[in-house]
Nanobody, 128 residues
């Protein structure tokens, strides 16, 4: 069993920055990838970015490429999402998820059905 918990959400002005954290606990040795999704009000939950639990591979949605950076601190079992140049359309609840399934192509981890472990979410609101 793995547990994940997000923190760091809040209200920020457009153009500003925010850093989210996702702490994993439990059987973290079974994790293959940690991923951020987001869900805006009235919309489907969408992929944001993913990183392998071991290794440096990361992958980003086109909408955040060049603005968001995912990183990992295995010593702390924590994944971070640094969000810069925030836009009003980034407003959403951000969810962290852990996958215990292995797929060689990192692009597979955009699929929500690969994740058994989800956090409660943290609200990010970008004011224009």
């Amino acid at each position: 069993q793995v547990r994940v918990a997000e923190s760091g959400g809040g209200l920020v002005q457009a153009g500003g920055s925010l850093r989210l954290s996702c702490a994993a606990s439990g059987r973290t040795s079974t994790i293959y990838a940690m991923t951020w999704f987001r869900q805006a009000e009235g919309k489907e939950r969408e992929f944001v970015t993913t990183i392998r639990w071991r290794g440096d591979n990361a992958y980003y949605a086109n909408s955040v490429t060049g603005r968001f950076t995912i990183s990992r601190d295995n010593a702390k079992n924590t994944v971070y999402l640094q969000m810069n140049s925030l836009k009003s359309e980034d407003t959403a609840v951000y969810y962290c998820a852990a996958s215990d399934l292995y797929y060689p192509p990192i692009t597979y981890y955009t699929r929500k059905d690969l994740y058994r472990y989800w956090g409660q979410g943290t609200q990010v609101t970008v004011s224009s």
